[in-house]
T-cell receptor, first 114, second 112 residues
């Protein structure tokens, strides 16, 4: 088995601030993902990385940057936090990038912008 | 592009009731279809998948059958328990890209 660790669990920022969320996995999986979860909107894909040196934009990439530092870690940066923004950011990994692969999720980073 | 539509909002049932959460998809070919479950304070967990027409996926008493004709993958359970209270997500694997597309989620409340 393995685990996905997201840090921090809770993140409070100020409007306009640049904020970084981190994700580590010990599954030795090739592919990693960042999803945003908003109430009533489900999970929306922000960025994903098929292999260690790859970076792909998802449907919600505007306002975010991502970095795959090494196979086990994938970071997400909110480039300019929006006032009153509240969301949960979920990191996930899968063995490969195949569309039939199971995703394994972390427990999320909860963002609040004051 | 590919998409998933599922029963919206909240579903409230009593223990031992029969559960159906509807899921319909729009995609070409035979995308893999999934159900995930999310408990409070946790990330979604894989429940089961199906990859071809008429294939049934199942786990923990939940089941769904891949139906290409009606483009559906409805989640069913014969007798729900209070511990089944959670958010359920239908998802599909986009065959044109290395990604999984999720529905908006259905919040199941099971009353004792």
């Amino acid at each position: 088995g393995g685990i996905i660790t997201q840090t921090p669990k809770f993140l409070i920022g100020q409007e306009g601030q640049k904020l970084t969320l981190k994700c580590q996995q010990n599954f030795n999986h090739d592919t990693m993902y960042w999803y945003r979860q908003d109430s009533g909107k489900g999970l929306r894909l922000i960025y994903y990385s098929i292999t260690e040196n790859d970076l792909q934009k998802g449907d919600l990439s505007e306002g975010y940057d991502a970095s795959r530092e090494k196979k086990s870690s994938f970071s997400l940066t909110v480039t300019s936090a929006q006032k009153n923004e509240m969301a949960v950011f979920l990191c996930a990994s899968s063995r490969t990038g195949g569309s039939a692969e199971t995703l394994y999720f972390g427990s999320g980073t909860r963002l609040t912008v004051l | 592009g590919d998409s998933v539509t599922q029963t919206e909002g909240q579903v409230a049932l009593s223990e031992e009731d029969f559960l159906t959460i509807h899921c319909n998809y729009s995609a070409s070919g035979y995308p893999a279809l999934f159900w995930y479950v999310q408990y409070p304070g946790e990330g979604p967990q894989f429940l089961f998948r199906a990859s071809r027409d008429k294939e049934k996926g199942s786990s923990r008493g939940f089941e769904a059958t891949y139906d290409k004709g009606t483009t559906s993958f409805h989640l069913r359970k014969a007798s729900v328990q209070e511990s089944d209270s959670a958010v359920y997500y239908c998802a599909l694997g986009d065959t044109n890209a290395y990604k999984v597309i999720f529905g908006k989620g259905t919040h199941l409340h099971v009353l004792p």
